[in-house]
């Protein structure tokens, strides 16, 4: 069964950090993702990784970057947080290779910015 | 570009009763279409799929690409249906998806 695990459950920030959010994943996938989980917004893809080093801007980028550098792991960062980056954040992979492979899930870490 | 639409936020069904939720998209070309479900305390999980046309805890939905719809459907709600929902798209070649912004299902007992 894959595991896509985050580090944190919850984690409480000042406003103006830097903030590191970290996902792994323990099946070799080759896809992994960041989203923003609000309430009547869904999902948003924040940024995308296909590849070891390679990203890809989702929809909602501004104001976060992201770093792998190894394939089982994908960094999510706020370069300096704010308070409207206070939200559930959720890692994703999939394998790669074409369609029809669904997304797993991590837990989630729900960020707040003070 | 493409888009999903959830037009319920909150929906209430009793027990025993029939369940839909509906999933429109937008989208030129043949998309496939996805449900996710997140129940309490547990990670998003996927439900079930259009391609592959099967049955999940008594779930099914069908893709209407004249209706350009996705909705899913439950003839019986048992309490423990009563979960988050999100209906999501991935066009052909893109491992990305697009999600609508969900429905919170509660079955009143």
């Known amino acids: 069964d894959v595991k896509v695990t985050q580090s944190s459950r919850y984690l409480v920030k000042r406003t103006g950090e830097k903030v590191f959010l970290e996902c792994v994943q323990d099946?070799?996938?080759?896809?992994m993702f960041w989203y923003r989980q609000d309430p009547g917004l869904g999902l948003r893809l924040i940024y995308f990784?296909?590849?070891?080093?390679?990203?890809e801007k989702g929809d909602i980028p501004e104001g976060y970057s992201v770093s792998r550098e190894k394939k089982e792991r994908f960094s999510l960062i706020l370069e300096s947080a704010s308070t409207n980056q206070t939200s559930m954040y959720l890692c994703a992979s999939t394998p790669g290779g074409g369609a029809g492979q669904p997304q797993h899930f991590g837990d989630g870490t729900r960020l707040s910015i003070l | 570009a493409q888009r999903v639409t959830q037009p319920e936020k909150l929906l209430s069904v009793f027990k025993g009763a029939p369940v839909e939720l509906k999933c429109n998209y937008s989208y030129s070309g043949s998309p496939e279409l996805f449900w996710y479900v997140q129940y309490s305390r547990q990670r998003l999980q996927l439900l079930l799929r259009h391609i592959s046309r099967e049955s999940i805890k008594g779930f099914t939905a069908d893709l209407n690409k004249g209706e350009t719809s996705f909705h899913l459907k439950k003839p019986f709600a048992q309490e423990e249906d009563s979960a988050m929902y999100y209906c999501?798209?991935?066009?052909?070649?893109?491992?990305?998806?697009?999600f609508g912004t969900g429905t919170r299902l509660t079955i009143i007992p």
């Open positions: 099946m070799d996938h080759e896809n």
């Open positions: 990784s296909y590849d070891v080093k390679m990203k």
């Open positions: 999501a798209l991935r066009t052909f070649g893109n491992e990305k998806l697009t």
